[in-house]
């Protein structure tokens, strides 16, 4: 049995002649009905199993596997996660929700948006039924709240959360939040709430590294029931999109729906077409096959010796101006430009540019030849 809790004293109560009665359910405010039969508003499809771990989310992932496990009972309360856009922040704190509601079925999970909460909460001072707002938080056993930067500047609604806060966190509940960035770059939040931040764990999720994007991309397309392409289109799909995790999902779920359309296995081809539409990187991706075609024109050899493994002089130096450009014209890291010109290390486009540069400051035909190749390239 819940209990409704009692004697709050939140200044703008609307009375509390009721109290008794179950609280007015602020995610369907025209049914008034008991917290047990209010769903959690979790995405079922955010697990564990499918939360592929990485060095970008190992803390992360680990502390909220603690956290479902024991809801309330670990030091990790509140557990903070904070990361930049499509890390995996909402899925991971869902992945939570979503254990202890399959462990502990009767416990009363839920997930909300700051954005909700605080729309709620207007609303439920609108119509001076603030009471019934806070009562129903306050049967709440686990509690996410998701991009809480949303209550910058938001000083009733961060007082509403702070008091709810401090009931939940003072009788053994578990509060779980996520935040873009770290608390302390959290501007427009009052002090007092970011200091019970501390009294959890803050963990990061970063940008997933090579490895991890692979495995990613593997689980996803596994997940959708088509056949993995072959490690070099993989390899190839992972090196290209390294913003974030959602970016990535759009381009396989893209490819796959192309595969299924066309009824073709994904190819190298199709990934690189995939690529020109959906991203930003696309221009950068372009500007790379641009860049060797232009530079083996230029040193009248085929773009596929460019990421051969010869060593003829003219080749060579073909091969390091074209990574030289690379380097200067797109925004592809050194391991990505290697990859490119047929898998070479970082430290090889390292010592390339280096060399190019070198050489343009002391040899004045070298020099010319390099700057009439820069006006194709300048934008
Ligand atoms: P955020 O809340 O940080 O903006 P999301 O949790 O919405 O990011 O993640 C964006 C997408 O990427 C979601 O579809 C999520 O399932 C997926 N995703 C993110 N990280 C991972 C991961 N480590 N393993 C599997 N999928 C992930
Ligand atoms: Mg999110």
């Not at 990859?339 to 280096?354: A, C, E, P």
Request: proline share 4%; with cysteine.
């Amino acid at each position: 049995m819940r209990t409704t809790p009692r004697g709050n004293n939140f200044s703008n109560s609307a009375g509390n002649a009721d109290t008794l009665a179950p609280p007015r359910n602020p995610f369907d405010t025209a049914k008034p009905v008991d917290g047990n039969l209010v769903p959690s508003q979790l995405n079922g499809s955010y697990t564990f199993d499918n939360y592929i771990e990485g060095d970008c989310n190992r803390l992360a992932r680990s502390a909220g596997l603690a956290v479902a496990n024991k809801p309330g009972t670990t030091s990790f309360n509140p557990l903070m996660v904070y990361g930049g856009v499509g890390l995996g922040k909402t899925h991971l704190v869902q992945a939570i929700g979503n254990h202890i509601k399959a462990t502990a079925p009767e416990r009363f999970v839920l997930y909300v948006s700051a954005e909700k909460f605080t729309n709620q909460f207007i609303d439920s001072v609108q119509r001076a039924q603030v009471q019934d707002f806070a009562n129903f938080y306050l049967q709440v056993d686990a509690l996410i709240l998701d991009d809480v930067q949303f209550l910058a500047n938001k000083g009733k609604t961060q007082e509403m959360f702070f008091h709810i806060f401090n009931h939940l966190h003072q009788s053994g509940k578990q509060i779980v939040m996520t935040s873009d960035r770290p608390p302390k770059d959290l501007q427009g939040l009052e002090d007092r709430l970011l200091n019970r931040f501390k009294w959890g764990l803050t963990a990061d999720v970063q940008s997933p590294d090579f490895e991890t994007r692979v495995a990613i991309i593997r689980n996803k397309m596994e997940q959708d029931g088509i056949d993995i392409p072959p490690d070099h289109v993989v390899d190839y799909l992972a090196n290209s999109v390294h913003t974030n995790v959602r970016e990535l999902e759009g381009v396989i779920a893209s490819l796959v729906a192309q595969s299924s359309l066309s009824r073709r296995d994904i190819d190298l081809e199709m990934v690189k077409q995939a690529l020109r539409h959906i991203i930003e990187e696309v221009e950068a991706e372009v500007n790379l096959d641009f860049i060797q075609k232009t530079v083996a024109a230029y040193f009248n050899i085929s773009v596929e010796l460019l990421k051969d493994k010869t060593r003829k002089k003219e080749v060579v130096t073909a091969r390091q101006v074209a990574m030289y450009f690379a380097k200067h014209h797109t925004a592809h890291t050194l391991k990505t430009i290697g990859f490119h010109f047929g898998g070479r290390d970082h430290t090889t486009v390292m010592h390339s540019v280096q060399t190019v540069s070198d050489l343009v400051d002391s040899d004045k035909k070298f020099r010319d030849q390099v700057d009439e190749l820069r006006k194709k390239f300048a934008k």
